[in-house]
């Protein structure tokens, strides 16, 4: 006789919202399934309504998990647009590795319920943090437009690929994007 195998909730709500993140990111919201999911994550669908209640609580979850991580954005108001421009080259690279947190918000954004729960974790985490490193963009829309920036770079020179951003000399590209940011964010 073995004995019975010790449950460990949390491992298991990691193992959920890992199967999530790696979900979401890759299929979009609507892509993808609580089944799944719980697949992935090797437990069952009512597991993952237990720890997050339903697909939508699974989402803003990891949501919340995504945003949270400081993928290109630093906290040095001195170094800010120098260090977001040099970040945002090297993570848009051809050869870059996981895109998560932009992938997820390109995949995701179509579903409307989706994509209120991803503009609250990017005013929550992203938007915020620019507005706490840099306090003289508040109450303006620069912050906004810097990220639109990032989103935009990203979308052109990782995901569709343009000839122009991948074939321009990296230091080039980072020097012209730490222009425009100290023009935005006033560094």
Known sequence: MTAP???????????????GVEAFT????????????????GVTAM???RYFGSKEGLFAEVVEVSMTERTVLTGDPATLAR????????RTSPDADSLDPF???LRSAPNPRAA???????????????LDVVPGVRGTDRAAVALSLIS?????????GSTALNETDEAALASTLEGLFR?????
């Open 5 to 19: 195998r010790r449950r460990d909730a949390a491992a298991t709500r990691e193992a959920i919202l890992r199967a």
């Open 26 to 41: 890759r299929f979009g919201y609507d892509g993808v399934g609580v089944r799944e999911i719980a697949q992935a994550a």
């Open 47 to 49: 597991l993952v309504n």
């Open 83 to 90: 260090d977001v421009a040099a970040s945002l080259v090297s």
């Open 103 to 105: 992938l997820l918000m």
């Open 116 to 130: 209120e729960i991803l503009r609250a974790g990017i005013e929550k985490h992203v938007e915020a943090h620019i």
């Open 152 to 160: 935009g770079f990203w979308l052109m020179r990782k995901v569709i």
């Open 183 to 187: 023009l935005l964010l006033d560094v």
